[in-house]
């Protein structure tokens, strides 16, 4: 998280949409950029889950 705020805010917003492995970017981008987040699977993995997953 220290290397993330040493980032230069981007003037244009950009959703960030990602599973748990970008959590942390997820809190940053939210909180202390206040960009939208959505926690959730992306719909290109949609067909490579096995059925264990779903």
Same mark, same amino acid.
């Given at each position: 998280? @220290? &290397? ?12 960030? +949409? ?7 970017? @997820? &809190? ?12 959730? +699977? ?13």
């Amino acid at each position: 998280m @220290h &290397l993330l705020s040493k980032l230069k805010r981007q003037a244009r917003v950009k959703p960030v +949409i990602g599973y748990s492995d970008v959590t942390a970017l @997820h &809190l940053f981008f939210n909180h202390v950029w206040n960009w939208p987040t959505l926690h959730g +699977i992306e719909l290109c993995a949609n067909g490579d889950i096995g059925a264990g997953w779903n």
